[in-house]
């Protein structure tokens, strides 16, 4: 189906199913322990053995030797893989290094060996017994000092200069100009990730924890140099995954490796620490934020100019991309440039791109609201924009970042907030309040789907689409029952495996909205079959209450499939509606803080997140997922951070216990609104996504509430209590 006009009334409308608070699907298995994760199948293959990953000790170099005797000899063991014994590996389109190391040394902990035993613990022993020497490079590990150094990111976000910047800003009578820095971060799912493999002839099943079947069947096959229908992904339940499972990992190829040279199934996870060093992070940045504005607050000059670093051939952290179409103003520069560093590889996490560019951008609106004597709120409304600031004839398909503001702050009460910074005390607490606008783009990917009915009147869904804990399971089943005109009862959904059609995966906000379109299609192509089975006209079908619905007739759903199952498939394609409007999701999140005047310490008190995002497709998961991001946003605002060994280059704090991140002591009440809209120009669906909505923008609102409380403006995240103590108002 292709999808290149706006919609118009279809099933999806009647919102019998869709758009109603519905409780997970899949959950009862999961509270059962029912939902198996990739490490446990355990009766998929028999026989199965365990790998344990051995990853190097240097940043940069060459390994000179690798002694397995002793290993070899250790009791369990049955292969050891290293390079010299995997064969001829190619690498994957979104691998920026080698998932397998040897000799050549990409970063610390990438792997370069696998003990393969009979037991995990036989694994983890023998692999102490690799005696591996190195010889070391000098590496670079320091963002700020190779600053200077970055290139201009023709890819990702090219320089985009619109007027003369630099002639309005020197001109502007009201000035900002500031740089934030934001830290290395980590994805910390529960999940580790892990994979189990097992061949039959030339053929590999990789049961595995990923986001995104098809681009990982893809690279696992080019990896591993097989035809790409040599390879089957099968991955029903993740554990998380944040954007670091979008791609393969070490865990998938060595596992494939491991089965292939030991002749058994084998299964492996990688230790939290190559969780951590081994996989991708969020990229650190330093951005350089500069706006003017004339003296009624208008902004006539907005300049944001980020730096990130990667290995070579690795991708920026476009942190400056939601400068080019948030806020109005004639005169722009937009620019990313990237940085040589040899620390792991940088690449996706949580909404890349606008998570840490809306950590400075909404830290600099306050500051230039507070230059102008404007309330927070109020600088905002005034520099909306219905159209694209670049292309005035491109206009929002919707756009309610005005309403997201307003109500929050009749909901919050900010008319309370104290604009004195330091102004209100409870007891020995300083207390705040901040604001933070939410931005992320409505992206599209096409995807399929395919639907069965059989003689029982059940209709089966199967695509490879992922449920990472966001609910595609239940939407996707809301979808099918809704187009069907069944109870939910009568849906199975089965996800996750690449013999399914190709679906969008999870990841960037498009999952929700394109997998679900991409059942519509194959729906819409169910409902023609049943409707020639039955002999009735398609167009004029109501498909109600697992009947069909022609005039005064009335036959069973089931009927249609009594002469055999009925077998339609379909994907959703996109035209290029995105390109003459521009769509996006916005929001508004609003946070009360507390400072301890003696400490520093600071404690969140309350939240709300106000999001207009489309039409909400199942508002109870919707919600779920926007509290967790809320919660990611005060771990970047106030925790997490990757400490760098700037002399070894590894990630110093490379588990749970000193990569510190929210715990529920941490988050206090929270609230989220979605405004109602249905955007036609983004899908059958009119629904948009919401998954990453909720993280940008809150931890700029933390940093401002911070501000507010105590008057101390921190720029560098996280906002530890070093940054805070020497600066806080006397204690009264």
Not at 681 to 690: I, T, W
Request: proline residues 5%; glycine residues 10%.
């Amino acid at each position: 189906m292709k999808f290149d006009t706006p919609a118009t009334t279809n099933p999806i409308d009647q919102m019998k199913v869709v758009g109603k608070p519905t409780v997970r699907v899949e959950g009862p298995l999961k509270t059962c322990g029912l939902a198996p994760y990739a490490y446990e199948h355990h009766d998929a293959v028999a026989n199965q053995a365990y790998g344990y990953v051995i990853g190097s000790a240097i940043a940069k170099g060459r390994i000179a030797s690798m002694d397995l005797a002793d290993a070899e000899s250790a009791p369990g063991v049955i292969a050891i893989v290293t390079a010299a014994n995997a064969g001829k590996l190619g690498k994957g389109k979104f691998n920026t290094a080698k998932l397998l190391g040897g000799p050549e040394i990409q970063h610390y902990h990438q792997a370069v060996a696998m003990v393969v035993a009979e037991t995990f613990e036989q694994a983890r022993c023998a692999a102490q017994r690799v005696k591996i020497s190195y010889l070391s490079s000098d590496g670079v590990f320091d963002l700020a000092s190779v600053r200077d150094s970055g290139v201009e990111s023709k890819e990702q976000l090219a320089d985009s200069r619109h007027g003369d910047f630099e002639g309005a800003f020197t001109a502007a009578p009201v000035q900002l100009d500031a740089t934030y820095t934001t830290p290395d971060q980590t994805h910390a799912m529960m999940e580790p990730f892990a994979s189990m493999a097992s061949w039959k002839g030339d053929q590999v099943t990789v049961w595995t924890s990923n986001q995104m079947i098809d681009w990982s069947v893809t690279d696992l096959a080019t990896t591993l140099g097989l035809p790409k229908q040599n390879v089957r992904l099968i991955s029903p339940y993740i554990g998380g995954g944040f954007g670091g499972k979008l791609f393969i990992r070490s865990d998938a190829v060595l596992a494939a490796l491991g089965s292939r040279l030991s002749g058994r199934p084998v299964k492996v996870a990688l230790s939290r620490p190559l969780m951590i060093n081994n996989s991708t992070h969020r990229p650190a940045t330093i951005q350089r934020i500069r706006i003017g504005a004339n003296r009624n607050g208008k902004i006539t000059a907005m300049g944001h100019e980020s730096w990130s670093g990667d290995l070579p051939g690795g991708k920026v952290e476009r942190a400056a991309q939601p400068s080019k179409l948030l806020y109005a103003g004639a005169n722009r520069l937009v620019s990313a440039r990237l940085s040589i560093l040899d620390l792991p590889e940088g690449n996706a996490m949580r909404a890349p791109g606008e998570t840490p560019g809306l950590m400075a951008l909404e830290i600099a609106m306050d500051e230039m609201a507070e230059k102008l004597s404007l309330d927070p709120v109020e600088f905002r409304i005034l520099n909306d924009t219905q159209v694209d600031p670049t292309q005035p004839e491109r206009r929002f398909s919707q756009r309610q970042l005005v309403e997201c503001l307003q109500t929050g702050a009749e909901r919050f009460g900010w008319n309370t907030r104290h604009r004195q910074p330091g102004a209100q005390r409870d007891g020995r607490w300083f207390i705040g309040m901040g604001v933070g606008v939410a931005f992320r783009n409505n992206q599209l990917m096409k995807s399929g789907a395919r639907v069965r009915l059989n003689d029982q009147g059940i209709v089966t869904v199967e695509t490879d689409m992922t449920d990472i804990g966001t609910g595609s399971y239940t939407i996707i089943a809301q979808t099918a029952a809704e187009m069907m005109g069944l109870p939910l009862d009568k849906v199975v959904v089965r996800l996750g495996d690449s013999s399914f059609p190709v679906s969008a995966g999870s990841g960037g906000q498009f999952g929700a909205n394109c997998s679900t379109a991409g059942v519509y299609a194959a729906c819409v192509k169910l409902r023609e079959a049943v409707a020639q089975r039955l002999g009735v006209n398609a167009q004029a079908a109501l498909f109600i209450d697992g009947e069909v619905h022609v005039g005064d007739q009335r036959r069973p759903l089931r009927n249609a499939a009594q002469a055999g199952e009925l077998v339609a498939e379909d994907s959703i394609e996109f035209g290029d509606l995105s390109k003459q409007y521009a769509q996006a999701t916005f929001g508004a999140h609003f946070v009360e803080v507390a400072v301890d005047s003696a400490t520093g310490e600071v404690r969140v008190r309350r939240m709300l997140a106000v999001c207009a995002a489309g039409r909400i497709l199942n508002p109870t998961s919707a919600r779920s997922q926007v509290i967790g991001a809320m919660t990611m946003g005060v771990g970047a605002a106030l925790m997490e951070e990757l400490a760098v060994d700037k002399r070894q280059g590894f990630f110093v704090n490379h588990d749970l216990a000193g990569y510190e991140v929210p715990v529920h002591a941490d988050i206090p009440h929270q609230e989220v609104i979605f405004l109602d809209e249905a955007d036609a120009y983004s899908s059958p669906m009119k629904a948009k996504g919401v998954g990453e909505l909720g993280l940008c923008g809150v931890s700029a609102a933390i940093a401002n509430a911070v501000y507010n409380a105590t008057g101390v403006r921190v720029r560098e995240y996280p906002i530890t209590l070093d940054k805070l103590l020497d600066k806080l108002p006397p204690m009264i």
